[in-house]
Nanobody, 127 residues
Framework: QVQLVESGGGLVQAGGSLRLSCAAS????????VGWFRQAPGKEREFVAA???????????DYADSVKGRFTISRDNAKNMVYLQMNSLKPEDTAVYHC?????????????????WGQGTQVTVSS
């Protein structure tokens, strides 16, 4: 069982930055894929970024086209933490951001590939 807790959301002006954190429990967390998804009011939850385990100590990051070049996902396995650095924020980035963990390690862009979800943290970008 893995528990996930997000933090770091808030209100920021367009062009600003935020760093979201996802704290995870679980001794084998380093082998899990972790993804960030977001859900705006009235919209489906959508993929933002993921970091997948390739075996050993290597990982692969993937990003939605809408955030590529602006967001960076990273992880610190010693602390059981995953981060989402968000730069050049736009009003359309406003949403509740959820982190998710997948035991298979391969992750991906589909919600069904993730077994555990956090409650989310609100990000609001004003114009």
């Amino acid at each position: 069982q893995v528990q996930l807790v997000e933090s770091g959301g808030g209100l920021v002006q367009a062009g600003g930055s935020l760093r979201l954190s996802c704290a995870a429990s679980g001794r084998t967390f380093r082998t899990y894929a972790v993804g960030w998804f977001r859900q705006a009011p009235g919209k489906e939850r959508e993929f933002v970024a993921a970091i997948s385990w390739n075996g050993g100590i290597t990982y692969t990051a993937d990003y939605a086209d809408s955030v590529k070049g602006r967001f960076t996902i990273s992880r610190d396995n010693a602390k059981n933490m995953v981060y989402l650095q968000m730069n050049s924020l736009k009003p359309e980035d406003t949403a509740v951001y959820h982190c998710a963990a997948g035991a298979s390690g391969s992750g991906g862009r589909e919600r069904r590939r993730y077994d555990y979800w956090g409650q989310g943290t609100q990000v609001t970008v004003s114009s």
